[in-house]
C-alpha cells in the first residue's frame, strides 16, 4: 500500500521518462489552458489509491463525492500532496466535508473494498488503461481527453441524435 518513486512508475508505464514528460507537458498545456496549475515536479511518489477510492465510496453515501474527489484531485495535481498517506488522505477528505470520525472508522475496516473491487473487474473487462475512459452504453468506449465530436460520434452509434 506504500506506492512507488514516480519516475519509476511513470518509466515503466511509458517506456521512458522523457515520453512521461512529453506527455505531461501536454496535459499542463492544456490545464493552464482551462486554470489548472498542474505541479507534476512536486509529485515524488505514485500512491496506492486503493484508500482514496474507498473515501470517495464513503462521500457518495453522504452526498458530498464530487467535493471529495475535487479535493483529492487539487491535492495531488496541483499541491503535490501523498495522498497516499493516510493522515493526509483524511484531512483532505475532512476539508472537502467528509465527516473525519467517519473516514477515520472506513479506513480501520474492510468496507469498500468489494466496490472497488467490482469496479476493478469492470475497468479490466472494457481494458480501461488511461483516464479518463468513458463507457456509453455499456459498449461505447472512449479512451482519453477527447473533442467534443467524439462524443458526438460515439452517440451517433449508440443510435442517438444530435
Known amino acids: 500500500m506504500e506506492g512507488i518513486n514516480r519516475r519509476e512508475y511513470r518509466t515503466r508505464k511509458f517506456g521512458s ?21 498542474f505541479t507534476f515536479d512536486r509529485i515524488e511518489r505514485t500512491p496506492n489509491t486503493v484508500d ?4 470517495i465510496w464513503l462521500a457518495d453515501k ?8 475535487e479535493a483529492l484531485f487539487r491535492a495531488y495535481f496541483t499541491e503535490g500532496r501523498d495522498i497516499g498517506n493516510r493522515q493526509t488522505l483524511i484531512d483532505v477528505v475532512a476539508e472537502a466535508g467528509l465527516d473525519r ?3 477515520e472508522a472506513l479506513l480501520n475496516c474492510d468496507d469498500g473494498l468489494e466496490a472497488i473491487k467490482e469496479a476493478n473487474d469492470l475497468a479490466q473487462r472494457f481494458r480501461v488503461d488511461g483516464v479518463p475512459f468513458f463507457i456509453a452504453n455499456n459498449k461505447v468506449t472512449l479512451s482519453g481527453a477527447q473533442p467534443q ?8 452509434q449508440m443510435g442517438g441524435s444530435e
Open 62 to 69: 453522504h452526498s458530498v463525492q464530487d467535493a471529495v474527489v
Open 52 to 55: 482514496a477510492h474507498r473515501l
Open 149 to 156: 465530436d467524439a462524443f458526438l460520434d460515439a452517440f451517433r
Open 101 to 103: 470520525e467517519q473516514a
Open 17 to 37: 521518462w522523457e515520453r512521461s514528460l512529453q506527455l505531461e507537458d501536454r496535459v499542463i498545456a492544456v490545464g493552464e489552458s482551462e486554470g489548472i496549475h
